[in-house]
């Protein structure tokens, strides 16, 4: 699973504005909203609610009606090609697709294995990063199964320990919530020293 990493995000950009300015805001659309390519390519204007920052799929590829919440760089990204392309009815204007200056961009910063689908990727797993819960990630992302969503998991690790922790602060907050590690147990600890009766606070 690839997904950009911010030193190539930054190349990327670089290499899209330089050459291809006009194309940028295609680009930030899919890395703040996960859109498929052909969702992002068929979208029409009036699927856009800009007063509740809302974009409609009218079928994804679940074959359901989704509704995309637009955070403040997606809308400015629409809002740079509603100046071009308003008139077309067609968010991205009517083009096909991206694969030929988003391509070449790739190439001018020196980006390998990475495809238009791996902004898709890139969107989930700065989710999870972020902190939110994997199944506001599917939802998101509109995947059919929460097993699809499961692959951005280890990008959080503390998300169980995390769970448990709010459960026990709910119900039972008299219980120190410290890091503490047994030691002089007379067997050995996870640092290689021995663990014991007491508890370090």
């Known amino acids: 699973m690839r997904f950009l990493t911010p030193e190539e995000e930054r190349k990327l950009r670089g290499a899209i504005r330089k050459k291809y300015s006009e194309r940028l805001a295609e680009f930030e659309l899919a890395l703040h909203t996960g859109l498929r390519v052909s969702e992002q390519y068929g979208a029409l204007w009036e ?3 800009w ?3 809302i974009l409609t799929v009218p079928i994804d590829k679940g074959g359901h009606t989704s509704h995309l919440p637009l955070n403040a760089a997606a809308l400015a990204a629409l809002s740079e090609l509603c100046t071009r392309a308003a008139k077309t009815g067609v968010v991205c204007g009517g083009a096909a697709g991206p694969r030929v200056w988003f391509e070449a961009s790739l190439k001018a910063a020196g980006i390998a294995d990475f ?7 890139t969107f989930a797993s700065r ?15 509109r995947d059919r199964t929460l097993a ?4 951005y998991a280890h990008l959080a690790p503390d998300y169980r320990m995390e769970a448990v922790q709010r459960m026990q602060d709910k119900f039972n ?3 120190p919530s410290a890091n503490t ?9 996870d640092t290689g020293g021995l663990a014991g009766d007491g508890y370090l606070q």
């Open 148 to 151: 699809m969503a499961m692959r």
């Open 181 to 189: 590690k047994p030691v002089n147990s007379g067997t050995e600890s």
């Open 173 to 175: 907050p008299e219980v």
């Open 115 to 121: 495809s238009w689908h791996c902004l898709r990727h």
């Open 127 to 141: 989710l999870v990063m972020s902190g939110a819960d994997i199944r506001t990630v599917a939802e998101l992302l």
């Open 47 to 49: 699927q856009v609610d």
């Open 51 to 53: 007063q509740h920052r």
